[in-house]
Every structure is written in C-alpha cells, then in structure tokens.
C-alpha cells in the first residue's frame, strides 16, 4: 500500500522536464506511479524543437526508494541498473521498467 500511496510535499522528488525551446522546469512527483509515468524522453535531433528529456537524478531516485518508501530490494535492483547502463536514456528506460513491474506486483497482491 505505501508504494502505491503519494508522499507528502517535504518527502517528494524532483524531476526536472529539459526542452530545448522552454528550457528546465521542475516537476514534483509524489508516487512511484508518478516517476514512472513522469521518466521518458523524446530526442530524435538535436536541433528538434519538440524533443524534451524527463530527468530525474537515478541516484536520488534510488535512496528516494530506499530512505522514503523504504523499498529496499527495488532500490538495489536500480543501483545496479545505474553501474550497468552505459547512458542515461539507457539506464533510465531500464529502471522505468523495474518500477512498472514492482507497481503492477503491488496491485496484484492487493487485488487491484
């Protein structure tokens, strides 16, 4: 229940939304739903004026698991997805897809 639940305002996390042409904006996310649905990109050039990076610092994210939602098995399954990936599009398609599978594990027990 808790890793489907929103935190509150002092235990968010910040992803930061990076487009070329509005430049950085910060995004609070208050649910592990949120950071998953929030963690994507979109670059196909450089000079694309609708590409856009959701970033979110995969460190912080991972004590973010660890020290708030206290998920202590899925915060080392990303720390080694953080040594494994050779670039940040990488290393963050992979840990998006660890947390989609521990939110679908949490409704499952719970019948959802």
């Not at 509150?8 to 042409?21: D, N």
């Not at 590409?51 to 020290?67: G, P």
């Not at 915060?75 to 050779?86: H, L, M, T």
């Amino acid at each position: 229940t808790k890793l489907l639940s929103e935190v509150s305002f002092e235990k968010r996390l910040v992803g930061i939304i990076m487009h070329p042409m509005i430049g950085d904006t910060e995004h609070e996310l208050y649910s592990l739903q949120e950071v998953a649905d929030f963690l994507r990109l979109r670059v196909e050039k450089v000079t694309d004026k609708h590409a856009y990076i959701n970033y979110v610092d995969l460190d912080a994210l991972e004590r973010w698991i660890r020290e708030v939602l206290g998920d202590k098995e899925l915060a080392d399954a990303i720390r080694e997805e953080i040594k494994r990936g050779k670039s940040y599009k990488e290393r963050m398609e992979s840990i998006k897809e660890l947390i989609k599978q521990r939110l679908k594990q949490c409704k499952a027990v719970l019948g959802m």
